[in-house]
């Protein structure tokens, strides 16, 4: 099958002749009809994982973490799925030699979800490791009804889900985004516009006397948004290298997403009936994928490049 792969030392993406594997226990085969290139696979291109020892050196790695398809196959002990239901699924290890950007992918069963009947495959393969690290941050910032909360980054794909998921449990949301992104993170439930820019935290304080509850940081502007949290709040760091000092009694969570199918299949019905908002800036055939990394890199996209084999 083809995939596209990372070569060590080398920042070229490559589409290569690799194995299609069958599953083993366990796991679910599914044919790609879609997969997402998210930044973690620029950052993966680049060798920052092993660069930053979160991930042994190998020679290849492969690219893709979300996908929207069919199962293909199921291993041993699967009983949840069968050849032919359409799925989303997330695989979330860094040191794989084959991701979700080829024709087929083997994936752990509790990674993969039911795909609801009026969700598009191109569409939906924008939510799993988007949705889910959204989602599983406002699990850890553990708020309530009525409590504040200040999304960096909210006009991306994990702030502008965090945006919209928060406004649905009833959180006041502050959105920080650029300012042509004010009607998109209204439009998805911020209470309040907070434009990017110096004095980020007075700004917000003045629109939350006191300061926010809490905040999921995923523009990774680090003090500049934890300075904007009251003291004793919560915070959520998406990326390792912008944790903040955990300040004045704040708990600073570090996030790693987590393949987790229910939960997929949770967001993917939400799309489904128009309450999560689900962007695709292009489609691109898994061939191209070099021209979706260039793009990608060349940043100002609104929405994921989507790769179809
Ligand atoms: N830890 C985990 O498990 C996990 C999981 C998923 C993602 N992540 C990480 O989370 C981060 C966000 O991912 P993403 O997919 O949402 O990226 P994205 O779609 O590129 O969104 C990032 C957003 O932040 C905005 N931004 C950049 N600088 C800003 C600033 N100073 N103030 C306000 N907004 C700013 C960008 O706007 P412009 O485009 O205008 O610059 C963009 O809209 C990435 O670093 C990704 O690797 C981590």
């Known amino acids: 099958m083809r995939a596209v792969i990372a070569r060590a030392g080398s920042s070229v993406v490559e589409v290569v002749d690799a ?15 879609a997969a997402t290139v998210n930044p973690v696979d620029s950052m993966v291109l680049d060798g920052a994982p092993v660069r930053f020892g979160l991930v042994r050196a190998r020679e290849v790695f ?4 979300d996908v929207a398809g ?6 041993a002990g699967v009983t949840g799925f069968a ?40 569409a939906a393969a924008t939510i799993p490791l988007n949705g889910l690290t959204a989602w599983q941050g406002l699990d850890l910032l553990d708020l309530s009804a009525g409590d504040t909360l200040v999304v960096t980054g909210a006009a991306g794909a ?13 959180v006041r949301v502050v959105a920080v985004a650029g300012a042509a992104d004010e009607d998109f993170v209204r439009g998805v439930g911020a209470e309040w516009f907070a434009p990017r820019g110096p004095e980020l935290a007075d700004r917000i304080r003045a629109m939350v006397p006191g300061g926010a509850d809490a905040a999921l940081d995923a523009a990774m502007l680090g003090p500049d948004a934890l300075d904007a949290v009251r003291g004793g709040g919560a915070f959520v760091v998406v990326n390792a290298g912008a944790a903040p000092p955990a ?19 949770e967001l993917a019905a939400l799309a ?10 292009g489609v691109l055939a898994l061939a191209d994928a070099t021209e979706a990394f260039a793009r990608l890199g060349e940043g ?9 084999p």
């Open 158 to 170: 994990v702030g502008g889900f965090a945006v919209e998921l928060a406004a649905a449990r009833g």
């Open 62 to 65: 492969g690219l893709g973490w």
């Open 247 to 265: 300040l004045r009694g704040i708990r600073v969570h570090h996030l790693w997403v987590r393949a987790d199918g229910a939960r997929l299949a």
């Open 19 to 33: 194995p299609d594997r069958e599953p083993g226990p366990g796991r679910v085969r599914i044919r790609v009809a």
């Open 83 to 122: 050849v032919g239901d359409a799925v989303l699924g997330l695989r979330d290890r860094l040191d794989v030699r084959a991701g979700a950007h080829a024709e087929f992918v083997v994936l752990d069963a509790d990674a993969v979800g039911a795909l609801p009947a009026g969700l598009d495959a191109v």
């Open 70 to 75: 069919e199962v293909a196959g199921v291993g």
């Open 300 to 308: 100002g996209l609104r929405g994921r490049l989507v790769l179809v």
């Open 272 to 281: 489904e009936k128009g309450a999560l908002t689900l962007r695709v800036a």
